[in-house]
């Protein structure tokens, strides 16, 4: 580009002010007000201004049109709804990245009811006067698990922090070597021991940890005996953990207490359901742990939260810690917290109620009848155009729960002609609703064990659009 097309090129760069018009004149949705609007247009212009400075070509179209393109896909990014609802069809039950537990219905209605208006979030009815919202599940999560007391943070790795931070800053933490995990997204016990301020002593080895190992660490420093569930994966062969019931039973003769951090909040026994073991909230509370901390969010299915369970002093110094204030739950997640919990007074009530325990329990025939549901509904609509087969299939528990376990499924494998498995994962996550499927071996898999019967209709509706008659 020479100089003077340079030049010229500048020179047609459309006024801010003018450009500003032609967007409103040209979209009515324009919900901006003319500051935004004129930042906006500036902006872009700017963006073009630099570029052919810098020499670039531009565009092919007019610049102006260019510009007012740009402008206009900037503001639908703007006004359409980033977060949104997608479909799981990863199979993976409690998804990091695709919101890990969903609500259930009855829960979800719980927080609009109550959200929308005023609340004694920190009102005592009773009395009058200030009350204190972690009261609304004090009661439950004492009913429910035994403890002593309980309150609760804004999820996990808060409860482990602040736990940490009242009970044994500047002091000793002894921890076995095997239980020193990393979670995923930042969150490694070394360093959020750190962060705490309290010291780590790790004992025993990767694989083999004993009691006589934490009793030769014991010290007039140490402050707290920890033990973490390793959560995400499993140590097999030659290996020896210290149980809880032992360390408790230690931390007894040394007056130090014990803290497990439990991670999946798992408060129903899974054996009954053909599930691994999974310890109980109510056996290590049951065991003597003097704090017990675990997820809202994972395998008990409700909202992300941070549970602290275990014994009055204890909690109350958790309670008085300033970081509280940081880390507090709030009043959405209390809401659904506290209806979650209720539904758990009826076990077999919660498995209906709550989306994980329904999803995790549902019996292989019930998920192919769903898949056959499905396969007929498309077939209605669109004859025999799309490619469907059936594969039975693993699901996953994911989240940090159940490493190992599989659940047995059924698969849907869609094909779409002309086209490779990356550009139809892509086609279905353009969808109005999103589907994420599962892609395995260049094969385009939807896991109908986390499709859920509300995902039904837009599923068959998505999938059909794609098809051109
Ligand atoms: C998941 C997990 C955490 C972190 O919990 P979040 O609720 O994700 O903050 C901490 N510790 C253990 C053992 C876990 O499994």
């Known amino acids: 580009m020479t100089a003077e097309e340079r030049q010229e090129l500048l020179r047609r760069l459309p006024k801010i002010d003018e450009l500003v018009e032609k967007v409103r004149a040209q979209s009515d949705l324009t919900p901006l ?9 500036r902006k872009e212009v700017e963006k073009v201004r630099q570029t052919i400075k810098r020499g670039e070509s531009v565009t092919e179209e007019r610049i102006e049109d260019h510009i007012l393109r740009q402008v206009k896909e900037r503001i639908e990014n703007l006004t359409d709804f980033r977060l949104r609802r997608v479909i ?4 993976v039950i409690l998804h990091t990245n695709l919101g890990r537990a969903p609500l259930g219905k009855k829960i979800v209605k719980k927080i609009t009811e109550i959200a929308g208006g005023y609340s004694n979030l920190e009102f005592d009815l009773e009395k009058g006067e200030r009350g204190l919202r972690y009261d609304h599940v004090r009661g439950l999560l004492q009913i429910l698990t035994g403890a ?3 309150c609760v943070v ?23 070597r095997g239980e020193l995990i990393e979670i995923g997204g930042e969150f490694r016990i070394p360093e959020v021991m750190e962060k705490s ?39 097999v ?11 408790v039973h230690l931390g007894k003769r040394t007056s130090i207490p014990v803290m497990y951090d439990l991670g999946s909040g798992n408060l129903i026994d899974l054996k009954r359901y053909h599930l691994l073991d999974e310890p109980t909230v109510q056996s290590v509370v049951a065991a003597g742990a003097d704090i017990v901390t675990c997820s809202g969010d994972k395998l008990l299915g409700g909202p992300q939260a941070g549970i602290i369970l275990g014994r009055k002093d204890l909690i109350a110094g958790i309670m008085r810690n300033p970081l509280n204030r940081a880390l507090r739950i709030d009043k959405l997640t209390l809401i659904a917290l506290e209806a979650t919990l209720k539904e758990y007074l009826n076990p077999e009530g919660a498995r209906q109620e709550i989306p994980v325990l329904k999803i995790l329990s549902e019996p292989v025939k019930e998920v192919k009848k769903r898949a056959l549901l499905i396969c007929r509904r498309l077939q209605k609509r669109r004859g025999n155009k799309i490619n469907v087969h059936l594969w039975p299939g693993k699901s996953l528990v994911g989240g940090g729960s159940l490493p190992g376990q ?8 869609i094909e779409l002609p002309g086209l490779t498995s990356s550009q139809l994962s892509v086609k279905l996550r353009q969808l109005p609703v999103p589907i994420i499927p599962r892609v ?30």
């Not at 004993?210 to 995400?232: C, F, M, Q, R």
């Open 406 to 413: 599989e659940l047995e499924t059924i698969l849907l494998q």
């Open 148 to 150: 002593e007391d309980g």
């Open 88 to 91: 799981n069809a990863t199979g």
């Open 33 to 41: 007000s003319e500051v935004m609007l004129k930042d906006l247009c």
């Open 237 to 247: 062969g030659f290996t020896n953990e210290v149980s809880i019931e032992e360390l």
């Open 197 to 235: 301020g309290a010291i780590l002593k790790e004992v025993g080895t990767t694989n083999r940890t004993h009691l006589w190992d934490y009793e030769k660490a014991i010290g007039p420093e140490t402050a707290l005996l920890l033990k973490v569930h390793p959560s995400n994966y499993r140590i």
């Open 440 to 469: 395995e071996e260049d094969c385009v898999l939807l896991d109908i064990r986390t499709i859920q019967e509300e995902d039904i209709e837009p599923l068959v509706s998505g999938l059909c659009s794609l098809i051109q008659n």
């Open 154 to 176: 804004n999820n996990n790795a808060a409860a482990v922090l602040i736990a940490l931070e009242t009970m044994a800053k500047g002091r000793e933490v002894i921890v076995s």
